[in-house]
């Protein structure tokens, strides 16, 4: 893979940079520009797997946000005259409390450390944020976009750090040093996730029989390639310090195993357990993190995302920048 830069013949002037480019969301963004024949710098960790993946004509850069050497070979040798815009999509999603010190290095520290870059080169910032930033409201209630984000307002780990790197990027372009917009998707779902996230690592369990039974609960997931798309609209039509709501449809834990079944074939999962259950099943897998120092996958966290309100309004998307999901089902079909 290139470590390096060589300067891009762009006859668009336009450059866009990509953080996080193996993930599921990143891995779409990059796949909708080489579509469109527009210049791409996918910036990957050093050694990952579903960095291959990524398609040939996109300039693949191997590093890390919290490795300042790294960044500036990714912001390095721009062309003059050229727009640049910087998708900072890389991120550590974890429902586990052992990787505290990493998830915040790199979700905080590291948002800082491209706020820091964007300003010395004059990108605008496209941030890659999280529903989870924004507080739950009561059930019934949609939840909507907000202007100032407190991590102490939110639960979990995952979305204290995004709450926190959110308002770190809202600073940022209300001070005037930099130019950008927020987009916060829900669940991101859709296919060639090589990076097997929460919607194709359920996929993978149910299809392998690991699992025998659901929580009752929520899921609000959208598809990868209407979000990239949508995503690269805000990088020229999202206004500055806005934030933008990229959800789905919200559909319960049965409806996901009827969905599954349907298209492989397989049984449906009937057993359902209730909240209360899946809450203590969480306890007991936050007690066995502890015990074992081994992650788990249902964590008290990873339950109070199923169980909590999970009802978010796109329409601001929607009106501005031609948001347009297509129903979970198809999406976990594809």
Known sequence: MNTT??????????LYIVTGAAGNLGSAIVRNLVSKNLPVRAFVLRGEEAARHLPKEAQVIEGDVTDLSSLETLF????ENTDVYCIHCAAMVSVSSL????????NVDGTQYIIDKCREHGVRLIFIGSTGAIPEQPMGTAIKEIDHYDPDMVIGLYDQTKAASCQLVLDAIHNGEIDGCLILPSGISGPRDYTFGNVAG???EYTEGKMPAGVEG?????DNRDMAETILRACKDGRTGESYILGGDMINMKEVFDILSEHTGLPTIKTILPASVGKVLGKMSDMAEKLTHKPQRMTSFAVYNLVRNNEFDSSKAVEELGYSPRPMAQSIAE
């Open 5 to 14: 830069i060589n300067t891009l013949s762009n006859t668009s002037n336009e």
């Open 76 to 79: 390095a040798d721009i062309p």
């Open 99 to 106: 990787v505290a010190e990493k998830i915040w290095h790199v």
């Open 202 to 204: 359920v996929i993978r």
């Open 218 to 222: 929520t899921f609000n997931c959208a």
